[in-house]
C-alpha cells in the first residue's frame, strides 16, 4: 500500500518558518563570514552560545546581535558548554533576560569535553525546569528513542537526536534509530551534530526529520559561504524526496519502459 503524504508546516512555538536549516553562529573566521553564511543557507533560526558568545552580556565587546539582528533572525539561544542541569538552567535564565523575555532555547547538556555527548539524566533533570518556568525547551539528544519519548513527555516543544558525533561530519550513523523516534513522535524531530555535507542533509530529510541544525559542517568548510547555499538545496532536495516517496528497491533490474508495445 502506497504512502501518500501531504507537507505541513515547520512550527516551533506557535510561529511558522519557511526554511528547515537551522545554523549555528560559531567556528567562522570572522563576524563577516558568519554573516555571509548565514544569509548564503536561508536560514531563519540561528542558534547562540550563551557562554561563549556576546549578545549583551559584555559591554563594549563585539555583539553578534549586531550583524543577526532579532528582527531579521529568530536568535535560538544555547547550553553549550554545561557539563549539569544546574548550569544549564542558569544559561537560559541569563538568555531570557538578555533577550528581552525570549523563552525559545535550546537545551543542551554535555556529559565530558571528548564526545561532547548528550547527558541525558541532567538533560532530563533540566527539561522538566525550564518547561515548568514557561521556556520552549528544543532539547539536544541522544538517539535513544526511550529518552527522546520521555523528553516529549515532559513538555518539550521539539527533540534533537544527534546523528553522529558533534563536530565530527561523520554523517547519519544511526538511521534505524532515528526512523524510531520519526514513527513515535508526536513533536518536532531535527538532526542535531553530525552533518558534514549536503548529502547528509538530504538523508536526514529523507527520514522525515522536520529540520536538521548544523554549525561545523559549514563553517568547517573550505568554502563555508558556498556550503550553506549548498545545505540550503540539499534540506529543500530532501523533503521533497520525502514528501515523494522513493521507489521500492530491488535486487534485479527491470525495464525503465514498458514491454508492450515493442516494434518487432
Not at 553564511?37 to 552580556?57: C, F, H, L, P, Y
Not at 515548568?132 to 521539539?158: H, N, W
Not at 524526496?241 to 519502459?257: D, F, I
Request: aromatic share 4%; proline share 5%.
Amino acid at each position: 500500500m502506497s504512502i501518500v503524504r501531504t507537507d505541513k508546516p515547520f512550527v516551533l512555538a506557535g510561529r511558522t518558518y519557511q526554511s528547515r536549516l537551522l545554523v549555528g553562529t560559531g567556528k567562522y573566521r570572522d563576524m563577516e563570514e558568519t554573516r555571509l553564511a548565514i544569509e548564503a543557507s536561508g536560514a531563519e533560526i540561528v542558534t547562540v552560545a550563551v557562554r561563549r558568545t556576546n549578545i549583551g552580556q559584555n559591554p563594549g565587546e563585539p555583539n553578534l546581535l549586531d550583524i543577526l539582528p532579532p528582527d531579521r533572525y529568530t536568535i535560538l539561544p544555547n547550553t553549550a558548554g554545561c557539563y549539569d542541569a544546574t548550569e544549564a538552567v542558569r544559561t537560559c535564565r541569563l538568555a531570557r533576560e538578555l533577550l528581552d523575555g525570549h523563552n525559545l532555547v535550546k537545551l543542551e547538556v554535555l556529559a565530558d569535553q571528548k564526545t561532547l555527548f548528550p547527558n541525558v539524566i541532567e538533560t532530563l533533570k533540566a527539561a522538566e525546569v525550564l518547561v515548568k518556568e514557561g521556556f520552549d525547551v528544543m532539547v539536544y539528544t541522544s538517539d535513544d528513542p526511550i529518552i527522546a519519548r520521555q523528553l516529549a513527555e515532559i513538555g518539550c516543544i521539539a527533540v534533537m537526536p544527534l546523528a553522529g558525533l558533534i563536530g565530527t561530519g561523520l554523517g547519519i550513523c544511526n538511521p534505524y534509530n532515528l526512523q524510531i523516534i520519526l514513527e513515535e513522535a508526536k513533536i518536532p524531530v531535527l538532526v542535531d551534530a553530525g552533518v558534514g555535507t549536503a548529502s547528509d542533509a538530504t538523508i536526514a530529510m529523507e527520514l522525515g526529520c522536520e529540520a536538521v541544525l548544523m554549525n561545523s559542517a559549514i563553517a568547517n568548510a573550505q568554502q563555508p559561504i558556498m556550503m550553506a547555499e549548498a545545505m540550503k538545496h540539499a534540506i529543500v532536495a530532501g523533503r521533497l524526496a520525502y514528501l515523494a516517496g522513493r521507489m521500492p528497491k530491488k535486487l534485479y533490474a527491470s525495464a525503465s519502459s514498458p514491454l508492450d508495445g515493442l516494434i518487432k
